[in-house]
């Protein structure tokens, strides 16, 4: 890692270790904690997270609706505690045996959601603004499709 990375990373485990502790093992993976150290090159950096699960290899619109629900759940859990993401995208989200878990919080904003989390999948495509999460609301709408928008 470049030098000039491991403050980025430092911000990262701070988001783990932070906002985001109490959904370690449960939305996100474990965090062991950030290593520095220095090398050959200058300093190093290693963040270390529980090794889960593999990322998708799919598009979320191609998934099962269960999975692209449990998803949204996770990404509801991360918005509760006031964050959003910053770069969801399938690369960050890992799943194993149907659990799913979601990674890289190097781009993570704080965010007050008002979102009420009920996604109603099947159900006409709610308004933006009613549904209390322009952010929310934009990855059920392009991202998982889970409403009619017939």
Partial sequence: MREDLVPYLAEEAGVYNGALAP???????????????????????????????????QP?????????????ERLGEIHRQGLLHGDF???????????????DFDQTEYHDC?????????????DAEEFGCEQLWEVCRSDMRIWDVG
């Fill in 114 to 126: 008002d979102c009420d989390m009920n996604f109603r999948p099947g159900e006409k495509l709610p």
């Fill in 89 to 103: 995208a399938e690369r960050n989200v890992l799943e194993l045996n149907g659990d799913i878990r979601i990674i």
């Fill in 60 to 72: 979320f619109d191609k998934l099962s609706l269960d999975i692209r629900m449990r998803i949204l």
């Fill in 23 to 57: 959904l370690q093992g449960k939305a996100i993976p474990r965090c062991y904690g950030l290593y520095v150290g220095s090398g050959e090159c200058g300093q190093i950096a290693c963040l270390v997270l529980e090794h889960w699960g593999e990322c998708l290899h």
